[in-house]
């Protein structure tokens, strides 16, 4: 396969992946490619503090305010929780999108709707 090849693939998903995992992975570089412009920019994804509940959105079109601003539950409807895949998590996602199954991971992601404050529900 060559990046041609993979230029004209769908896209199954769009994630952070850290640095490490080109290094221990055994994947194969095929080269590079130019950025399709509706990938220029990174995809809108929500971020639930841990401490209290709060649900923001986090993209960097929000780079005033550390990348973050206020949301409500229902503007979460459909996004991903921000994050950073580790190798094994990534090799899991992409065997559940290939077999039509839910990731796991990403159900620990989920919104915890109980601890959502009333004024963002």
């Given at each position: 396969?060559?990046?041609?090849?993979?230029?004209?693939?769908?896209?199954?998903?769009?994630?952070?992946?850290?640095?490490?995992?080109?290094?221990?992975?055994d994947?194969?570089?095929?080269?590079?490619?130019?950025?399709?412009?509706?990938?220029?920019?990174?995809?809108?994804?929500?971020?639930?503090?841990?401490?209290?509940?709060?649900?923001?959105?986090?993209?960097?079109?929000?780079?005033?305010?550390?990348?973050?601003?206020?949301?409500?539950?229902?503007?979460?409807?459909?996004?991903?929780?921000?994050?950073?895949w580790?190798?094994?998590?990534?090799?899991?996602?992409?065997?559940?999108?290939?077999?039509?199954?839910?990731?796991?991971?990403?159900?620990?992601?989920?919104?915890?709707?109980?601890?959502?404050?009333?004024?963002?529900?």
């Amino acid at each position: 396969m060559n990046p041609a090849d993979v230029d004209a693939l769908s896209v199954a998903f769009r994630i952070f992946v850290h640095k490490s995992v080109p290094k221990e992975s055994d994947w194969q570089l095929l080269g590079n490619s130019v950025v399709r412009p509706e990938f220029e920019t990174t995809a809108l994804r929500f971020k639930q503090d841990i401490g209290i509940g709060r649900l923001s959105f986090y993209h960097e079109s929000f780079s005033a305010t550390h990348f973050e601003k206020e949301t409500t539950l229902a503007e979460c409807a459909g996004l991903e929780n921000v994050a950073v895949w580790e190798l094994n998590h990534v090799m899991d996602r992409l065997v559940a999108h290939f077999r039509g199954e839910q990731c796991k991971w990403l159900l620990t992601l989920a919104i915890n709707q109980s601890r959502v404050p009333e004024d963002q529900k």
